[in-house]
């Protein structure tokens, strides 16, 4: 069973930096298309940074030249470097793993953006 775990959420002042980590396991992971999703109180699930396999890397309008997301196939793990955070940054932020119709979530992590 896939199992996806993130780290590295807190609380940050605006125009600060957080890095966050996933570890996925339980399958092989280089297949897997990967990114990282947010959702902030009272708002839907939102795409923030994608890498797919055979096309390449997206990023939500929003967090283009601040965010880079970054995957190491030989450790498992997918990053979420974001710098320059704003209050509007702040939400529940979700790693995503999907292939072949297979779609797995990590439980999140909290980042907020508060001086």
């Known amino acids: 069973q896939v199992q996806l775990v993130e780290s590295g959420g807190g609380l940050v002042q605006p125009g600060g930096s957080l890095r966050l980590s996933c570890v996925f396991s339980g399958s092989i992971f280089r297949f897997y298309n990967v990114g990282w999703y947010r959702q902030a109180p009272g708002k839907q699930r939102e795409a923030v940074a994608r890498i797919r396999n055979g096309v390449g890397y997206d990023y939500a309008d929003s967090v283009k030249g601040r965010f880079t997301i970054s995957r190491d196939n030989a450790k498992n793990m997918v990053y979420l470097q974001m710098n320059s955070l704003k209050a509007e940054d702040t939400a529940v932020y979700y790693c995503?793993?999907?292939?072949?119709?297979?779609?797995?979530w990590g439980q999140g992590t909290q980042v907020t953006v508060s001086s």
């Open positions: 995503n793993a999907y292939f072949d119709n297979m779609n797995y």
